[in-house]
C-alpha cells in the first residue's frame, strides 16, 4: 500500500514538473518586472515584447526591398515614465544569412529620459530570386544594459505572395481613408491575347502566355500592347467596410463589379493591368475611422484581397 503511495506522489511530482518549471519561471519573470517598474524603469516597444513574438508578413514579391517600421520607448502609459536614460543594443538576425541582408539604422542607442521614443526601420534586402510562397525570417532582439536589462524581441517570417508584386496598406486610427499601395518590380510583359507583330525586324506569332522584354514590347503597337500585361491585379473588398475613391485613374483602365448596401451599389471588385517597374496607389474610405487597417504587421489579414496572374 505504502509503495502504491509512493508510485502515486512520484507520478505526481513528474506530471507537475514541466508545470513548476513554466510557474517558476513566470513567477521570476513577474517579481523582475515589479522591481523595476517600482524603480521608474519601462522598456517597451510598439512591435517587440518581452518573451518574443512572430508576426507573419505575407505580401512580399520576393525582388524589392522590405522595410519594416518600429520602435522603442521608454514609458508605460502617458503618465509614467523612466526616470533616467535607457542605453540598448539591437541585433537583427536572418534565418538564411545566404538569402537576405537585414540592415537596421543603427546597432546600439540611447533613449533619453526626456525623448521617451527611438523611432527605427529593418530594411531586408534579398539576395538571391525567390520564388511563390517561399518564406525566410528575420528575429530582431533589442537588449537594455542600463540602468536595467531587459530584452524584447520580434520575429517576422515573411512569405513571397506573388514573386514580383508587393502591397501594403497604409492606416491609422482615426484616418477617414486608407491607401492600398502597389509595387511592380517585374520588367517582363506576359501575353494575354495572341497576336503577330514584327519584333527586331522579324515576324513572331505570340501565344497566350508567352513572356516579352520591355524593348520587345516597346516594339508593338498600340493594339497588340493592349494585349499584353505585366499583371493583371484583382482587388476584392466589402462595401459594407470600405468604399473605393470612385475618382481614381484606374477605373479608366479597369473592369469591376458591384454589390448593393443599403439600397446604392458600390464596387465590390476590381480588376487591372499594372505596368513594370511601377507603383500604383488606391483610396478607401472606411466606414469605421476607429479601425486601423494597417497591413501587413499591424493586421494578419488585408482588408482588401489581393491577387495578380
Not at 84 to 103: E, F, G, Q, V
Request: contains cysteine; hydrophobic residues 35%.
Amino acid at each position: 500500500m505504502k509503495r502504491r503511495k509512493l508510485i502515486i506522489i512520484i507520478a505526481a511530482i513528474l506530471l507537475l514538473m514541466p508545470l513548476g518549471v513554466t510557474f517558476s519561471r513566470y513567477v521570476i519573470k513577474s517579481i523582475r518586472n515589479y522591481i523595476m517598474e517600482a524603480n521608474n524603469f519601462f522598456f517597451n516597444s510598439d512591435k517587440l515584447v518581452d518573451g518574443g513574438i512572430t508576426y507573419g508578413i505575407n505580401n512580399w514579391g520576393g525582388a524589392s526591398n522590405i522595410d519594416i517600421q518600429f520602435e522603442l520607448n521608454n514609458h508605460k502609459n502617458n503618465l509614467l515614465t523612466s526616470a533616467s536614460d535607457i542605453t540598448y543594443t539591437l541585433t537583427a538576425t536572418p534565418s538564411d544569412p545566404s538569402s537576405i541582408r537585414c540592415n537596421l539604422d543603427y546597432n546600439s542607442g540611447v533613449i533619453y529620459k526626456a525623448e521617451k521614443t527611438d523611432s527605427l526601420s529593418l530594411t531586408v534586402v534579398p539576395l538571391r530570386v525567390f520564388n511563390d510562397n517561399e518564406s525566410v525570417s528575420v528575429t530582431v532582439e533589442a537588449v537594455s544594459s542600463s540602468p536595467y536589462v531587459k530584452t524584447l524581441s520580434a520575429t517576422f517570417v515573411i512569405t513571397v505572395g506573388r514573386r514580383g508584386i508587393d502591397y501594403a496598406i497604409t492606416d491609422s486610427v482615426g484616418s477617414p481613408y486608407f491607401i492600398f499601395s502597389i509595387t511592380n518590380a517585374l520588367d517582363t510583359y506576359k501575353v494575354t491575347s495572341g497576336f503577330t507583330a514584327t519584333v527586331n525586324g522579324q515576324s513572331h506569332t505570340y501565344s497566350v502566355n508567352d513572356t516579352l522584354t520591355t524593348e520587345e514590347y516597346l516594339q508593338l503597337s498600340s493594339e497588340n500592347k493592349s494585349k499584353c500585361a505585366s499583371a493583371i491585379i484583382t482587388l476584392t473588398f466589402n462595401p459594407s467596410q470600405v468604399v473605393m475613391d470612385t475618382t481614381s485613374d484606374i477605373l479608366k483602365r479597369a473592369t469591376y463589379q458591384t454589390t448593393t448596401y443599403n439600397g446604392v451599389a458600390y464596387i465590390s471588385s476590381i480588376t487591372f493591368n499594372i505596368d513594370v517597374l511601377t507603383s500604383e496607389e488606391i483610396r478607401f474610405y472606411k466606414r469605421n475611422v476607429s479601425n486601423n487597417y494597417t497591413y501587413p504587421i499591424t493586421n494578419n489579414t488585408s482588408i482588401v484581397t489581393f491577387s495578380a496572374s
